[in-house]
């Protein structure tokens, strides 16, 4: 089992930015592919970028596309997202999920797809 702990949300205004971990703890002996996905109110859950095991290959939807970077830490069992150049419409809730096995083309947008998710961290933008 994989517990993931996001963190790093909070209420910025438009044009700032943040970065949020995503920390794996459990059983973290193998990597994972993770995705960072969000949830505004009202709308359905949707992708917002992902990297695989090694942090060799990594994807982002055009939305946030430029603005937003994933990466990994060090050791391997963090996962960052520095979002860049924030806009009111990315307010949201932000999860972190992982995956048994390395994701490609349309599979990184399935939630199906993930395996462990975390609960989420809150991120507001003004205008």
């Known amino acids: 089992q994989v517990q993931l702990v996001e963190s790093g949300g909070g209420l910025v205004q438009a044009g700032d930015s943040l970065r949020l971990s995503c920390a794996a703890s459990?059983?973290?002996?193998?990597?994972?592919?993770v995705g960072w996905f969000r949830q505004a109110p009202g709308k359905d859950r949707e992708f917002v970028s992902g990297?695989?095991?090694?942090?060799?290959?990594?994807t982002a939807a055009d939305s946030v596309r430029g603005r937003f970077t994933i990466s990994r830490g060090n050791a391997k069992n963090t996962v960052y997202l520095q979002m860049n150049s924030l806009r009111p419409e990315d307010t949201a809730v932000y999860y972190c999920?992982?995956?048994?096995?390395?994701?490609?083309?349309?599979?990184?947008?399935?939630?199906?797809?993930?395996?462990?998710w975390g609960q989420g961290t809150q991120v507001t933008v003004s205008s």
């Open positions: 999920a992982a995956s048994r096995r390395n994701l490609w083309g349309s599979d990184w947008y399935i939630r199906v797809a993930y395996d462990y």
């Open positions: 459990g059983r973290t002996s193998n990597t994972y592919t």
């Open positions: 990297i695989n095991s090694s942090g060799s290959s990594y």
